[in-house]
């Protein structure tokens, strides 16, 4: 089990069907009325900044308009065209940088953009296609190898598929989906959703999916090479960053991200662990996420901690408006200094010391204080698990940082070797973005391996 | 407060707000509604003879808007579907209980004259201001040779309006069809035989929209549908020039004219008044929005009118009627040019591709090279001043049409060297 670490914390005093109801849908779906409200307010543009703002190219003026005119498997495979994770991306998609800031309505004069992506939820929610929207193109005789269900890879091993190539999927975890299934607030994606999603691009056909498959375990990225045509890496960022702090392992602290995977993975969460007083620790959504639903669950005092000021914050305002009205207390300008343990070794809090910028650098006032807290989660970022790229010819992989060096094509320096996703260079941690370079990768790996010009 | 009350063909009405010859209009029971409300007058549901005609079920449709807003009313149902008797007594009783207010009796009748001369003592009788004549009607009475299968023959218009007028005193009011090739010939017609006002317009033969699973179209009955009268906000642009035809037709000019067509609100009041209507008719903003309408619409009229200086009716009645003209008579040296309000815009881009795809590739998008940003410009010397940009814009006075200093003085087409036809053409001077 991996919450063990907080297993002596009391469990949530109500049941699991009550506790389910505070992790239902966050924003719910348009229905009908709604909707055609909605649509009739975009405006249509030309050139539209939101499609242009859009990772993954989505035709928003033209989904929405085929949306007005009633036509909904026109606008979903607009959407799935461009994006086969068009439905978990409406529901985690930080539209309020993305394409609702964009939106011409988002002007000064009327400061109110049109819902775009509830709109395409709402188009997502209610296709209804006979068969797979999508056929394959005439078989290549071409195998490609994909290691990681995550966005990125299950995007790019959809198009690959629909190029006329077959794929196999190495993923590590029981279930595929990635942080669709196991990253995500409970709340944003409700339903089952990432499983369904899974289920309908794998309509496709030509996708196999091997689970329990740990790149760097029982998976070699050399053995892969010589048995596959391509191989397109779609890791993520599997391991937690470190607080570099003594007590870093005692009970009660924990990665965000693991207690969130349990989370969505439990089926009674009135068996979940629910500490009485929690910190967390960190400034983006995953962050963000652990402070609410931990607080849903039943922790009375939720204190987020951040180094630097609101502003600095990842987590968008929209995200930050969450947690507030959620009663999470955030306090900024603070940074860990220690983790308080008590006579049994178990967290019983942590001091902080106070930050401030001088000179445009970070640096500690000197001035501490502490919160008291049954248990303390850190959201302080995911980098590279070295372990999954740990094997002679992995480790030849040229590196940015922690991250994998990839050309604009997601070429890495091994020919035949492609990644995308959260784990290259130019990712940005958005799922709509490991999408895109899903995408774009299968466009590239098929006109290289089948001796073609660039892809159109 | 400005003074809103009116003199129409010699009725007197407080306000040049009446209900058109409609539902609404069907019995005492509304009329009363709508009186209490505070329109000025109603104009009857056409009476006809006995026995009365019967209604289908499922009777209206709609052309909707984007956002279920009608824009456009259909209507098969035909006139009164109660008997003679029944009608002129209920209109009796409410004229004596409502003096002060105008009730006129709209009448369809076969074209012979003894059912004609029969019935006007009867509607005189009731206390009744007038009596209009309904050669309009596009659905099913014209089937049966009346409606506008009268309006639609200017012969017939004539005829059955001298009828009318030889036996009634009351004043009569021609109400024109829509459906033909230029309303001025009806006009003329009913002006030639007598009429005191006309009236227009009537509904337009219509089909709204279909469902295409059961491949009819609507309102459905039993299976089948039929073309019905258009009505509502669509027609009014239709409605307002044919009351301008009307208006500067040498022939007819004078003859008072009660505007009718998607009128729903003050501002769509004033602007058939403008082109010369005396008072109007409205019938399905009120049956979208109930008779509570007249309300703001007399508020906001009298308000407007106060900000004008003009202190009644007749003031403003007929002032566009003279700015209205040929096109042969509209000045070529004049000319506008479009002009984007760059703090206004949005930068939706759709006046640039309107204007490059459809007109006259007169907007410019410059795309700032760091920052993405679109910026669309008028190219002066390519604009040629149509509209389409101010009009596909959606905020409103962002783009404006400018008026340019050519310094060039007043030609028209007739004066025009371009023109090979020209009857007076100027010699250029250099």
Redesign the interface.
Same mark, same amino acid.
């Given at each position: 089990m991996i919450l063990e670490s907080l297993s002596y914390l009391p469990k949530s005093k109500e049941a699991n069907e009550s506790l389910a109801k505070h992790f239902t849908d966050l924003a719910p779906a348009l229905n009908a009325r709604q909707a055609?409200?909605e649509s009739?307010r975009c405006? #249509?543009? #030309?050139?539209?900044?939101c499609t242009?703002i859009c990772p993954s190219e989505i035709d928003v003026a033209s989904f929405i308009r085929n949306i007005?005119d009633e036509n909904i498997n026109g606008a979903a495979a607009g959407i799935l065209k461009q994006n086969i994770l068009g439905g978990s991306c409406s529901r985690v998609c930080p539209t309020e940088i993305l394409c609702e800031d964009a939106c011409?309505?988002n002007?000064d004069?009327?400061g109110q953009p049109v819902k775009i992506g509830l709109l395409q939820r709402y188009a997502i929610d209610n296709m209804q296609f006979e068969q797979h929207p999508f056929q394959r193109a005439a078989p290549t005789g071409k195998k490609i190898a994909v290691v990681g269900a995550g966005p990125a890879g299950l995007s790019c091993a959809h198009r690959l598929a629909m190029l006329g190539n077959d794929v196999v999927i190495y993923e590590a975890k029981e279930k595929s989906g990635g942080l669709n299934e196991y990253g995500i607030a409970k709340y944003k994606l409700t339903d089952n959703f990432a499983q369904k999603e899974v289920e309908f691009l794998l309509q496709i056909g030509g996708i196999t999916i091997k689970h329990g498959q740990t790149l760097g375990g029982n998976v070699q990225l050399k053995d892969l090479h010589a048995q596959y045509d391509a191989v397109f890496l779609g890791l993520g960022l599997g391991a937690s960053k470190q607080l570099g702090l003594t007590g870093e392992d005692a009970p009660g602290l924990l990665a965000a991200v693991d207690y969130i995977a349990a989370l969505r993975q439990s089926d009674d969460l009135s068996k979940l662990p629910v500490p009485a007083r929690a910190i967390v620790i960190g400034a983006g959504n995953t962050a963000i996420d652990m402070a609410v639903q931990i607080q849903r669950l039943g922790a009375e005092e939720v204190t987020l901690v951040y180094r630097r000021g609101f502003e600095a914050m990842s987590a968008t305002e929209h995200e930050q408006h969450i947690a507030k009205e959620n009663q999470v207390r955030m306090r900024t300008w603070a940074q860990p200094q220690q983790v308080l343990l008590d006579d049994t070794g178990r967290v019983r809090g942590m001091r902080f010391e106070k930050t401030a910028e001088v000179n445009g650098r970070l640096s500690g006032t000197g001035e501490t204080f502490e919160i008291a807290a049954d248990a303390i989660f850190k959201a302080i970022g995911q980098s590279m698990d070295e372990t999954s790229i740990s094997d002679p010819l992995a480790k030849t992989l040229k590196r940015d940082g922690d991250k994998i060096h990839v050309d604009d094509q997601f070429r890495t320096v091994l020919p035949r070797i492609y990644a995308g996703g959260d784990c290259v260079a130019p990712g940005q941690d958005l799922t709509v973005q490991a999408v895109q370079h899903g995408k774009l990768a299968a466009h590239a790996i098929h006109a290289d391996i089948n001796g073609m010009k660039e892809a159109a | 407060m400005a003074d809103l009350s009116i003199e129409f063909c010699g009725i007197k009405s407080i306000n040049p707000f009446w209900l058109a010859s409609a539902p609404p209009t069907d019995k005492a029971y509304n009329v009363v509604r709508a009186f209490e409300a505070g329109w000025g007058g109603v104009v009857w549901k056409t009476l006809g003879e006995d026995p009365a005609a019967v209604n289908v079920s499922s009777r209206y449709s709609a052309h909707y808007g984007k956002n279920r807003e009608v824009l456009g009313f259909n209507n098969i149902e035909l006139i009164t579907d109660r008997s003679l008797a029944i009608n002129l007594q209920e209109i009796t009783q409410v004229k004596k209980d409502w003096p002060d207010r105008v009730i006129i009796v709209s009448l369809m009748l076969p074209c012979e004259e003894k059912l004609w001369a029969e019935i006007m003592p009867l509607v005189e009788a009731t206390g009744a201001d007038g009596i209009e004549l309904n050669f309009g009607c596009p659905h099913g009475m014209p089937e049966r040779g009346m409606g506008a299968a009268v309006g639609q023959v200017p012969e017939y218009v004539e005829m059955v309006t001298r009828w009318c007028k030889t036996h009634c005193k009351l004043p009569v009011i021609v109400k024109l069809t829509p459906n033909i090739t230029d309303v001025r010939a009806p006009a003329r017609a009913a002006k030639a035989g007598g009429a005191d006002a006309v009236s227009l317009i009537n509904t337009i033969n219509s089909i709204t929209h279909l469902d295409l699973d059961q491949m009819v179209a609507f309102p459905i009955v039993g299976g089948a549908s039929t073309h019905g009268g258009y009505c509502g906000s669509a027609v009014k642009p239709i409605a307002l020039n044919m009351v301008a035809e009307i208006a500067r037709d040498p022939q007819t000019a004078g003859l008072p004219i009660s505007g009718i067509g998607g009128i729903g609100n003050w501002r769509d009041a004033a602007e058939f008044m403008a082109l010369g209507a005396g008072c109007v008719q409205v019938c399905t903003a009120a049956m979208l929005h109930g008779f509570r309408i007249v309300e703001e619409m007399k508020d906001g009229l009298s308000r407007w009118m106060d900000q004008k200086g003009y202190q009644r009716i007749s003031d403003f009645q007929g002032k566009a009627v003279p700015n209205t003209t040929d096109w042969k008579y509209l000045d070529m040296n004049y000319k506008v040019i479009a002009q984007i309000n760059q703090d206004d815009c949005i930068k939706c881009g759709r006046c640039y591709v309107a204007c490059e795809d459809t007109s006259h590739q007169s907007i410019n998008q410059l795309i700032d090279a760091a920052t993405g940003v679109r910026t669309y410009e008028v190219n002066k010397e390519e604009c040629v001043g149509c509209n389409l940009c101010e009009i596909t814009c959606p905020v409103q006075g962002c783009i404006t049409m400018v008026p340019q200093d050519t310094g060039k003085p007043y030609m028209n087409w007739t004066q025009d060297p371009r023109n090979p036809r020209a009857e007076n053409k100027v010699v250029e001077t250099v």
């Open positions: 055609a409200i009739s405006l #249509y543009c #030309y050139d539209a900044p242009r007005h011409v309505r002007h004069a009327e | -």
